[in-house]
């Protein structure tokens, strides 16, 4: 099992977005050290909680910090950008980190109307994602109407995040999926094999690859390890009833909160789909998904307000797969 990290950048309560971003950098060579496979980063505007708004630049720190592990996006939302320049990107990434930058692009807008006004795109952009996945990957290949230097000529893997539509546009374009359970785990397993029944082979990817995201949490006990799942979720709540993406607090100021029944209602539903439990427990329903949605890779994704049991997490888990490189470290 291939399992690989992606860190939002979430900021904490009482921290700053300075030390959001430094901790995703010492993030990154942690989970070189632990072992795993990729440690990609994210794009989000206009989010008070996400410190992550140009994961290009935020890529170079980690590639810079690291030396072996794959760096990459999860992802580049490409509505919001030309094709060309993300290219001239993904370009100076690749000259700068040879082989090891990966190219997860994304079809969302921005969280908001004011967001999306600030970027000059609209909700309907998204549907513009396969011609701009065109473009973009015209650059690489070099067919495109103008050269996108230093891009040209150089294989930069892509991916594509989705859900529904964008699963297709994957298949399509013959691109490894990544994907994760937003509408259940059903709507998931059916999209992957929709996508698998229509996967046209193409130069970036022969065969269809599948990498599912979830969110996962360790511990050395079930409770404790759901604990930590407790402050990402009630920012969900608290996003989905306010319009506000805020910062992580602590478990036991989530616990001490007051919820309204539609409040308790968004958190309970975004507990509902994560993985947690004892390191043995984790390890057993990370195989029992791969069982079930036959995916190539694990993308995972801790989000709590204690980052050192966080990062305990990642290295409990690491532990308990013995595909995984464990070195030595004194972090």
């Known amino acids: 099992m291939k399992l690989s990290v992606l860190d939002r950048s979430r900021t904490r309560e009482g921290g700053t977005h300075a030390q959001a971003l430094r901790d995703t950098v010492e993030?990154?060579?942690?989970?070189?050290?632990?072992?795993?496979?990729?440690?990609?980063?994210?794009e989000h505007h206009g989010v008070p909680g996400v410190a992550g708004s140009a994961p290009t630049v935020l890529a170079a720190a980690a590639a810079a910090r690291t030396s072996e592990i794959r760096i990459g996006t999860g992802g580049v939302m490409l509505p919001n950008h030309r094709p060309l320049v993300v290219a001239e990107q993904f370009g100076v990434l690749e000259s700068l980190f040879p082989g090891r930058i990966d190219m997860g692009l994304g079809r969302s807008v921005g969280f908001t109307e004011p967001v999306r006004r600030a970027l000059g795109h609209g909700k309907d952009d998204a549907a513009e994602f396969g011609v701009q996945l065109d473009e973009l990957l015209s650059y690489f290949?070099?067919?495109?109407?103008?050269?996108?230097?230093?891009?040209t000529g150089l294989a930069v893997p892509p991916f594509v995040l989705a859900t529904g539509a964008g699963a297709q546009v994957a298949a399509s374009h013959g691109l490894p999926l990544v994907i994760g359970a937003i509408r259940g785990e059903q709507a998931m397993v059916e999209a992957i094999d929709g996508y698998r029944a229509r996967f046209r082979p193409s130069r970036w990817a022969r065969e269809p690859y599948v990498v599912v995201s979830?969110?996962?949490?360790?511990?050395?006990?079930?409770?404790?390890?759901?604990r930590l799942l407790l402050p990402e979720a009630w920012s969900m709540a608290y996003s989905r009833t306010r319009g506000e993406f805020p910062a992580?607090?602590?478990?036991?100021?989530?616990l001490a909160t007051p919820m309204t029944d539609r409040e308790r209602k968004y958190f309970e539903e975004s507990l509902r789909g994560t993985i947690f439990g004892t390191p043995t427990e984790a390890s057993a329903e990370l195989d029992g998904l791969v069982r079930r949605t036959g995916a190539d890779e694990v993308l995972l994704t801790t989000s709590t307000y204690d980052r050192t049991a966080m990062l305990t997490s990642y290295r409990l888990l690491a532990q308990t797969l013995p595909t995984q490189p464990l070195l030595t470290t004194t972090a």
């Open 27 to 42: 993030f990154a060579r942690q989970a070189e050290v632990l072992g795993y496979h990729r440690f990609w980063v994210s």
């Open 141 to 151: 290949t070099g067919d495109a109407a103008v050269s996108g230097y230093p891009a």
């Open 214 to 226: 979830t969110a996962v949490a360790v511990a050395e006990t079930t409770e404790e390890a759901r």
């Open 248 to 254: 992580l607090r602590s478990p036991a100021d989530v």
